[in-house]
Nanobody
Framework: QVQLVESGGGLVQPGGSLRLSCAAS????????VAWFRQAPGKERERVSC????????YTEDYKKGRFTTSRDGAKKTVYLQMNSLTPEDTAVYYC??????????????WGQGTQVTVSS
């Protein structure tokens, strides 16, 4: 059974850091692209970054570059999102999902429960 489970969210002060984890089961990370999305209250879900299955190349949305880094550990079957210099605007529920490709808008499967990130003093 294919499953992606997000974890690592929490409350952090502005300027702080968090590392989110996306634990995969039922498939190997080199077979599919995995993307991070987020949804803030009252806003549409937006993509944060993506890591290609076959190449491991990461793509980060322009406004996240320099602060967010995506990586993966194939042995642990986990994709990570390292977030630094967090601001209150980063407050959102963060999700990971498989994608047809990082260049595509098509996701595979359904959304999980996500992990809440709250940036506040």
């Amino acid at each position: 059974q294919v499953q992606l489970v997000e974890s690592g969210g929490g409350l952090v002060q502005p300027g702080g850091s968090l590392r989110l984890s996306c634990a995969a089961s039922g498939f190997t990370l080199d077979s599919y692209a995995v993307a991070w999305f987020r949804q803030a209250p009252g806003k549409e879900r937006e993509r944060v970054s993506c890591i290609s299955g076959s190449t491991g190349i990461t793509y980060t949305e322009d406004y996240k570059k320099g602060r967010f880094t995506t990586s993966r550990d194939g042995a642990k079957k986990t994709v990570y999102l390292q977030m630094n210099s967090l601001t209150p605007e980063d407050t959102a529920v963060y999700y990971c999902v498989r994608m047809v490709a990082c260049s595509s808008r098509l996701i595979i499967g359904s959304w999980g429960q996500g992990t809440q990130v709250t940036v506040s003093s």
